[in-house]
C-alpha cells in the first residue's frame, strides 16, 4: 500500500513539472546583427544570452540547433535572416510562440546592444531592451546576461548588477561580536570591531553596521554577545539580507589565544571559509592577529604592512609614553651618527640617504687621505735622491720627480678638502634636518625657549636638552 | 672608544688639510742651480749645512759646481777655529790617479788651503760638479759657525789660465 501511495505521488509531481513547463512560452533566440562588431564576437554574445535566458526558467528556448538545422532547410543563414519577416517565418517553422533578435553596433569606444521580443503568431513587439556599455568588448557579456532577463520581463539579479558595477566579487556580510573566553566581553567587542574594520578594508565585501545587527539583534530579543549558535547568526543574516555571516571566538588558554572564525551562507547555511589562529603574546597583539584573519577568512593575501606589523611585535607602548620622541632627541642622535635622528623620527628613506651619502663622502675624503699619504712618501723617496745627488744630471732628473709628485701631491689634498668640507656640510645639514623633519606632535620639545621673567623683567632665553 | 670618535670628528670637522710644503723649501740641494742664489762657476760646501752634536764629527765636502775646462783649483776655506777642529783633509777626486797632485796646507788656524790638479790621459779637464775634496771637523763648542771660501781661490784651465768664479757658497755648522 505504502509502496502505492509513492508511485502515484512520484506520477503526480511528473504531471505537474510537465504542466509548469508548458505553461512556460516558448521562445527562439536568432543570432544578433553585429554592426562594426566581429562576427564570432556576436555569435558569443548571443550564446550567452540563450544560456542566461535559459538561467530566467521564464521561458522554453528552442535550442540553438534546432535553429540553424530550420534555417539550413530554409535555405538560410542565421546572419541573414536579420528581418522581422524572416524571424517570424523561422519562428512559425520551429512552432515557437516568441523570437528574439537583436543588433550589437560599435560607436566610437562604445557598444550598443538592443534587443526585441516578438510574438510570432501576430507578429506584435512584446518588449524591446537596449543598453550601452563603454569599454572591453567583453564587458557586453554580462550586459547580454542582464538583457536576457530584462527581455523576458525580470528583473535581472543582484549578482549581475553588481559584476555590471564591476564589484563582482563583492559579498553582503555581517559580523556577530566574537565570543570572549578567557577575555572580557569588552576585549572581545573591541577585537570584533577591529575585524570588521579590517574586512570592510578589503573592499571585497560590504558591511552591516554594528547599529543595524544590534536592531535586529534586539528584535529578537538578544543582548550583545547571546546570538552565537549558527541558527541564530543565519536567522539574523536573513533578516539583514545579507549573503554571509561570520561568527567566531576568542578563547584564551594560559599564555595563548585562540581565535576561531566562521563565514557561512545566510541561504544555505554552509561554510563558505573556516579559520583560527594561535598566538603567544600580550592582548594587544591580538589586534594584529585579527585584522590579518580578516583578510584570511576572504581568502585573500593580507597586506604587506600588516605582515610586517605582525613581524615586528607590538609596540611597548608604556615604553614608548616614558620616553616621548622630540624634535631635540633627534637632533642629537644627528649629531652623533648622520641619519640616526631620522631614524628616530621614523623617516627611513631620509635616514638611509643622509647615512649613504654622508658615508660615501668621508670614504673618498679616507680615499684622498690615503693618495695623499702615498703621494708623500714617493716624494719623500725622491727628494732623498734629489738630496743625495751631487751630478747635475742626477739632480734635475730628482728635482723633476718631486716637482710632478708635487702637483699630484696638491691635486690629492685639494680633494680631501673638498670631500672632508662636503662631509662636514652634510652632517651638519643632517643635524638641521633632523630637527625640522623631527616628530611633529613635540612642538613644545623645542630646544630653545623665550620667554619674559616679570621678577627681573627682562627677557630670558632657555636652552632644554630632552633626550 | 670616545677617544677614537672624538678624533673621528675632529678629522671630519678640521684636520681636513694636510700641510705641503712649498718647493723652494724642499728642493735646497747646494748644488742645484735653479734653487741657489748665486751663479755658476762657483765653489760649494756639500751639503750646505751641518747639524751635528757637541764633539761629533762631520764631512764638508768641496766642490767646484758648474766648471767648464776646469784642470786645476787652489781653494782656501776659512772656519771658526774657537768651534771647530780640523781632523783631516780627503782628496775629492779631481786629482785621481796614482801620483795624484793634491795637497794641503793647515797652518794657519781656521784656515785650510788646497791644491788639486787634474791628470788624466783621457781628456785635459773636466766639466761639471766635481768633487775637490772631503773636510772632516768635528765640533769644539755649542753654536753656530759658518765655512767660507776666501776670494784666494782659484779655478784654472789646461793652459793655466783664470776661469772666473762667479760663486762663492757658504757652509752652516750647528753645534747642539
Same mark, same amino acid.
Given at each position: 500500500m505504502a509502496m502505492l501511495n509513492k508511485n502515484i505521488s512520484t506520477f503526480i509531481l511528473f504531471i505537474s513539472i510537465l504542466i509548469g513547463q508548458n505553461t512556460k512560452p516558448t521562445v527562439a533566440i536568432l543570432d544578433f546583427e553585429g554592426q562594426g562588431v566581429d562576427a564570432s564576437e556576436v555569435k558569443t554574445l548571443s550564446e550567452r544570452m540563450r544560456t542566461e535566458i535559459g538561467n530566467t526558467n521564464a521561458v522554453r528556448l528552442i535550442e540553438r540547433k534546432a535553429v540553424e538545422k530550420i534555417m539550413m532547410e530554409q535555405g538560410l543563414q542565421q546572419s541573414g535572416c536579420t528581418t522581422d519577416e524572416c524571424a517570424a517565418e523561422v519562428g512559425q517553422l520551429l512552432g515557437v510562440q516568441f523570437m528574439i533578435s537583436g543588433s550589437i553596433g560599435k560607436m566610437g569606444k562604445s557598444y550598443t546592444i538592443d534587443c526585441k521580443m516578438f510574438s510570432v503568431? @501576430?507578429?506584435? &513587439?512584446?518588449r524591446t531592451k537596449s543598453a550601452t556599455h563603454k569599454g572591453d568588448v567583453s564587458g557586453l557579456l554580462t550586459e547580454m546576461e542582464i538583457l536576457a532577463w530584462e527581455i523576458v520581463g525580470l528583473d535581472a539579479p543582484q549578482r549581475l548588477k553588481l559584476k555590471r558595477a564591476g564589484t563582482d566579487a563583492t559579498r553582503t556580510v555581517a559580523v556577530l561580536d566574537f565570543e570572549g573566553r578567557g577575555i572580557t566581553m569588552q576585549e572581545a567587542q573591541t577585537l570584533t570591531d577591529r575585524f570588521t574594520t579590517s574586512l570592510a578594508s578589503t573592499d571585497k565585501v560590504i558591511m552591516v553596521e554594528r547599529g543595524t545587527m544590534n536592531d535586529v539583534l534586539q528584535e529578537q530579543g538578544f543582548d550583545a554577545g547571546?546570538? @552565537? /549558535?549558527d541558527e541564530c547568526a543565519a536567522e539574523v543574516g536573513a533578516m539583514l539580507g545579507v549573503e554571509y555571516m561570520i561568527s567566531g571566538s576568542i578563547g584564551k588558554i594560559g599564555n595563548a589565544y585562540t581565535i576561531d572564525a566562521k563565514m557561512f551562507s545566510? /541561504? &544555505?547555511? *554552509? *561554510?563558505e571559509s573556516m579559520k583560527n589562529i594561535t598566538y603567544a603574546g600580550a592582548v594587544e597583539g591580538l589586534i594584529i592577529e585579527i585584522e590579518i584573519l580578516a583578510w584570511d577568512i576572504l581568502s585573500l593575501d593580507p597586506p604587506r604592512a600588516l605582515k610586517r606589523k605582525r613581524n615586528q611585535g607590538i609596540p611597548d607602548y608604556s615604553a614608548a609614553g616614558a620616553k616621548r620622541k622630540t624634535k631635540t632627541g633627534a637632533l642629537l642622535r644627528s649629531f652623533v651618527v648622520p641619519g640616526f635622528g631620522q631614524f628616530y623620527s621614523g623617516s627611513k628613506l631620509s635616514a638611509y640617504s643622509f647615512m649613504g651619502v654622508e658615508l660615501a663622502l668621508i670614504g673618498l675624503a679616507f680615499n684622498s687621505q690615503s693618495t695623499f699619504n702615498s703621494l708623500q712618501s714617493d716624494q719623500d723617496a725622491a727628494l732623498a735622491l734629489y738630496d743625495a745627488s751631487t751630478s747635475q744630471a742626477d739632480i734635475e732628473t730628482y728635482a723633476a720627480q718631486v716637482v710632478a709628485i708635487d702637483a699630484d701631491l696638491q691635486a690629492a689634498n685639494d680633494q680631501l678638502m673638498l670631500f672632508s668640507a662636503s662631509a662636514a656640510g652634510l652632517w651638519a645639514l643632517n643635524v638641521i634636518h633632523a630637527f625640522i623633519t623631527g616628530?611633529?606632535?613635540?612642538? *613644545? /620639545?623645542?630646544p630653545i625657549t623665550v620667554a619674559y621673567d616679570p621678577v627681573k623683567k627682562q627677557t630670558r632665553v632657555q636652552w632644554t636638552v630632552d633626550f | 672608544m670616545k677617544k677614537i670618535y672624538a678624533i673621528f670628528l675632529i678629522f671630519v670637522?678640521? !684636520?681636513?688639510?694636510n700641510d705641503v710644503t712649498g718647493l723652494d723649501d724642499i728642493l735646497?740641494? =747646494?748644488?742645484d742651480p735653479n734653487e741657489v742664489d748665486y751663479e755658476v762657476p762657483a765653489f760649494v760646501f756639500y751639503p750646505a749645512q751641518f747639524d751635528v752634536s757637541l764633539g761629533a764629527s762631520f764631512q764638508a765636502e768641496v766642490y767646484a759646481m !758648474?766648471?767648464?775646462?776646469?784642470r786645476g783649483v787652489n781653494v782656501v776655506v776659512e772656519y771658526d777655529p774657537n768651534k771647530l777642529a780640523l781632523e783631516n783633509v780627503n782628496n !775629492? !777626486?779631481? +786629482? +785621481?790617479?796614482?801620483? =795624484?797632485?793634491f795637497f794641503t796646507d793647515t797652518?794657519?788656524?781656521g784656515q785650510v788651503e788646497i791644491v788639486a790638479v787634474y791628470i788624466s790621459s783621457d781628456s785635459a779637464s773636466v766639466d761639471g760638479n766635481i768633487k775637490i775634496a772631503e773636510l772632516v771637523f768635528s765640533t769644539t763648542s755649542i753654536g753656530s759657525s759658518t765655512l767660507d771660501f776666501l776670494q784666494e781661490c782659484e779655478m784654472l784651465d789646461p793652459d793655466d789660465n783664470l776661469i772666473e768664479i762667479k760663486g762663492f757658497a757658504q757652509g752652516v755648522v750647528n753645534a747642539q
Open positions: 503568431e @501576430t507578429g506584435e &513587439t512584446v547571546e546570538c @552565537t /549558535s545566510v /541561504s &544555505t547555511g *554552509a *561554510a616628530p611633529k606632535d613635540d612642538l *613644545a /620639545s623645542l | 670637522f678640521l !684636520g681636513c688639510e735646497d740641494n =747646494p748644488l !758648474g766648471a767648464e775646462n776646469l !775629492g !777626486g779631481l +786629482a +785621481a790617479g796614482t801620483n =795624484p797632485i797652518d794657519t788656524p
